[in-house]
């Protein structure tokens, strides 16, 4: 009786282990997807400066993006004049670029999705607001920290089996209300590539929210690539129409 006593504690530890494990890891999920969800909203219309930085020079750009749910998105150049109208579009899994200075439409094939978009460091995926994080990488919160007296969570994101990614490894910092404060880029020997960071947390388009990203290269001191809101709305919806080829090709302000 001892040994069936012994054995259905250990049984019962053991499936209690598991469903921790299960329930923590649907936790992170969830944070990771609320916290997406929060960043995009259901639609969105923003105009952003865009400086690069390095070294020996920088130049700005001003561009405007509209998104629609987590796989949608469209970002057109509309300053310098030299670069107006150059824009991408991503619609589900598919990106294209547009140059109206030779008035050509390229689609890029998956390799160059996460390739550096205008010579920044931002890549197209990261410019579309990819729900990659979401469907290709497994999450577990490791530590909380506190930021601004709220709670942070710190996320760390392993790719799935086949997923086609190209980072080793990806870790979040997330706050409580959702708010993204960093997202660090691993490569597959989990060396660190780059980080965005979110500064200047305030009010913009009704809800709170960084004004201002920084991608960070890890291994140069003096090249990143700012991302500085000018305008910024939330919407519940917006036309299947502005996600088109012919929209990518028409001149916006």
């Not at 009786?1 to 530890?13: D, G, W």
């Not at 998105?73 to 107006?84: E, G, L, Q």
């Amino acid at each position: 009786m001892k040994k069936k006593a012994i054995v259905a504690l250990v049984l019962l530890l053991s499936s209690s282990v598991v469903l921790c494990a299960d329930t923590d890891a649907q936790d992170a999920h969830n944070l990771v997807e609320a916290a997406v969800n929060y960043y995009r909203g259901k639609a969105s219309i923003s105009t952003v400066d865009m400086t690069i930085h390095r070294p020996g020079w920088e130049r700005t750009m001003t561009m405007k993006a509209w998104t629609k749910g987590q796989k949608d998105s469209i970002f057109i150049i509309i300053a310098p004049p030299k670069d107006r109208g150059n824009g991408t579009l991503k619609r589900g899994e598919e990106m294209w670029t547009y140059n109206p200075k030779v008035n050509r439409v390229i689609k890029l094939p998956p390799s160059m999705i996460s390739q550096s978009w205008m010579g920044s460091d931002f890549s197209n995926n990261d410019l579309a607001k990819s729900d990659s994080i979401i469907a290709d990488y497994t999450h577990k919160i490791t530590e909380t920290e506190t930021h601004d007296g709220k709670k942070v969570y710190v996320v760390k994101s392993m790719p799935k089996p086949e997923a086609p990614v190209v980072w080793g490894m990806q870790k979040l910092r997330i706050r409580e209300d959702h708010v993204f404060l960093s997202q660090a880029f691993y490569d597959e020997d989990f060396e660190l590539v780059k980080i965005m960071t979110g500064h200047q947390i305030q009010m913009l388009g009704g809800k709170l929210f960084p004004k201002v990203w920084k991608m960070q290269k890890a291994d140069v001191k003096d090249e990143y690539t700012l991302l500085s809101y000018k305008e910024l709305a939330f919407k519940q919806d917006l036309p299947d129409r502005l996600f088109t080829l012919s929209s990518l090709k028409a001149s916006r302000r």
